[in-house]
């Protein structure tokens, strides 16, 4: 008897899509966006278009690259089995190649449409989030999601960049508000898929630490990030549209966070609180990124 071996079905547009996360890069393409918005500077719409055309592009890349690494993890998470290459509907060296031509196209386009340091900057989020969050972190230290959470806080910076051509302490703030929110954002998530996540044998803190040390870990990393989304407004950086909704957004996503803090007795089955902190920091960080929009075009 003879074993058939088994070969990627043909990938369809879906399948390349797919590869670039579009829910995730969602949420990059706006906070970039946000960043060239409240820049103190104008830039042709035509640019504009073209800088925010290259972040998503980047982002897909990243992701892409991201996901031919973890082809094998991914098959064994059951939320990822989907992905088109644990399912075998695509081949490794496709998503490679397509990851690296969509990473080249990016920068490539940056550098001759827009400038310098927003490309710099752009290269910085792709291999940061490829190499070292990737490739370095993410099968290594519980800590990966700390580190490698910078990768996902270049957006506005280099949004920024692109309509100014340099950086300032506002942007900076910017990163270091997404960079610092994105631990409670993924550990609340690795709470409820923590059987996951130990079945491929990654080690997200609730594998290694348990529940309780990263139940505490959440509330100890949101107090420097309210204090960072909070900063622009008493620095002077934003005005009172953006602070009013700043304290507001962020007094709720203290509350979700109490909740999930100081549950110390949990229910196999009863996720409800860290689901609904997920869910509502998503929505956290769009609203609080629209709001320093309307601060800087209607104040």
């Known amino acids: 008897m003879t074993t058939a071996i088994a070969t990627p079905l043909p990938a369809d547009w879906r399948d390349f899509l797919a590869l670039t996360k579009p829910r995730v890069m969602t949420l990059v393409v706006f906070t970039g966006l946000c960043g060239m918005l409240a820049a103190p500077a104008h830039i042709h719409p035509v640019l504009g278009f073209t800088a925010i055309l290259c972040i998503a592009l980047g982002a897909g890349a990243a992701g892409a690259l991201n996901q031919w690494y973890e082809a094998d993890l991914d098959a064994k998470m059951r939320r990822t089995a989907g992905r088109p290459l644990p399912a075998g509907r695509m081949d490794r060296q496709s998503a490679l190649h397509f990851g690296v031509g969509l990473a080249c ?35 290594r230290t519980p800590q990966n999601i700390v580190i490698g959470g910078a990768a996902g806080a270049f957006p506005p910076m280099i949004g920024w960049a692109a309509a100014t051509g340099d950086l300032t302490t506002l942007p900076i703030l910017l990163f270091l508000i997404i960079f610092l929110w994105t631990p409670p954002h993924f550990w609340a998530l690795a709470l409820f898929v923590k059987t996951d996540y130990a079945n491929a044998g990654v080690p997200m803190l609730p594998v290694v630490s348990g529940e309780a040390t990263t139940r505490t870990q959440i509330g100890i990393y949101t107090l420097p990030m309210a204090a960072a989304a909070i900063a622009p407004w008493p620095l002077g950086l934003a005005g009172a549209i953006y602070g009013a909704a700043a304290v507001v957004l962020t007094g709720i996503f203290l509350a979700f966070v109490a909740q999930v803090t100081f549950r110390r007795s949990v229910p196999d089955d009863s996720m409800a609180p860290e689901k609904r902190l997920f869910k509502y920091s998503i929505l956290y960080l769009f609203l609080l990124f629209g709001a320093l929009v309307a601060d800087r075009w209607f104040a």
Do not use: E, G, P, Q
């Open 105 to 139: 196209f990016s920068l490539t386009l940056m550098y001759f449409a827009v400038n310098l340091a927003a490309t710099v900057i752009l290269a910085a989020s792709i291999l940061f989030y490829v190499f070292v969050y990737t490739i370095w972190l993410k099968r």
